[in-house]
């Protein structure tokens, strides 16, 4: 159970392109669902966190007008890098957790590797 | 502010036992969750406690102190798969998860 699954794995793409990654629980419904960004080496940076029917929270530093981030329901998350550029070259990473509670843990999606060009 | 800390690295023999430690500072406490996370991929869930004590899982146990704000996992009989940044992190009294940086653990034959 708590199958969490990400899409696309890899994405390579010219230099002012948008992309999009969708976040779907797939056995569970979850309220709340977590973007990442983990670069070569480095711990898990919490981007921002994304509830259903409502504005994500963003962390200090992460422009919201550049990662757009919709909830629509219980099992779908989607995050938009909008006109990438090489420095946003990253591995990302979603999360989500059961409805049933905060406390439950977070299940992490199998990430997904954007090479901007 | 909020922490979390646990060694950067260990390394550890094939068949032994290793303990990694980890201490936090949170403004509340709603557990502490352990992840691995081998490299390339993404976390998966190892273990969650949040009231005192030791929790078997397998090969795999995880030790919570509240009152010294600290926490271990354990990982007997050690496998070259094992090898992997295990990490650990806290909840606080939003629900927020606090994340420690990591520990990378070599297994040697």
């Known amino acids: 159970g708590a199958v969490v699954s990400q899409h696309p794995s890899w994405v390579i793409c010219k230099s002012g392109t948008s992309v999009k990654i969708e976040c779907r629980s797939l056995?569970?419904?979850?309220?709340?669902m977590f973007w990442y960004r983990q670069f070569p080496k480095q711990s898990l940076m919490l981007m921002a966190t994304?509830?259903?029917?409502?504005?994500?929270?963003?962390e200090q530093g992460v422009e919201k007008d550049k990662f757009l981030i919709n909830h629509a329901s219980l099992t779908l998350s989607t995050l938009t890098v909008t006109s990438a550029h090489p420095e946003d070259s990253s591995f990302y990473i979603c999360?989500?957790?059961?409805?049933?509670?905060?406390?439950?843990?977070?299940?992490f999606g199998d990430g997904t590797r954007l090479s901007i060009l | 502010g909020q922490n979390i800390d646990q060694p950067t690295e260990m390394t550890a023999t094939e068949g032994a036992i290793v303990q990694i430690n980890c201490t936090y500072q949170?403004?509340?406490?709603?557990?502490l969750f352990w992840y691995q996370q081998h490299a390339g991929e993404a976390p998966t869930f190892l273990s969650y406690?949040?009231l005192d004590g030791l929790e078997e899982k397998g090969r795999f146990s995880s030790f919570l102190s509240r009152s010294k704000g600290y926490s271990y996992l354990l990982l007997k009989e050690l496998q070259m798969k094992d090898s992997a940044s295990y990490l650990c992190?806290?909840?606080?009294?939003?629900?927020?998860?606090?994340w420690g940086a990591g520990t990378k653990l070599i297994i040697k034959p």
């Open positions: 999360s989500a957790r059961d409805l049933q509670g905060d406390n439950q843990p977070q299940h």
């Open positions: 949170t403004s509340g406490f709603n557990g």
């Open positions: 994304s509830n259903e029917g409502s504005k994500a929270t963003y």
């Open positions: 406690n949040v």
């Open positions: 056995d569970f419904q979850a309220t709340t």
């Open positions: 992190a806290a909840l606080d009294s939003n629900y927020q998860l606090i």
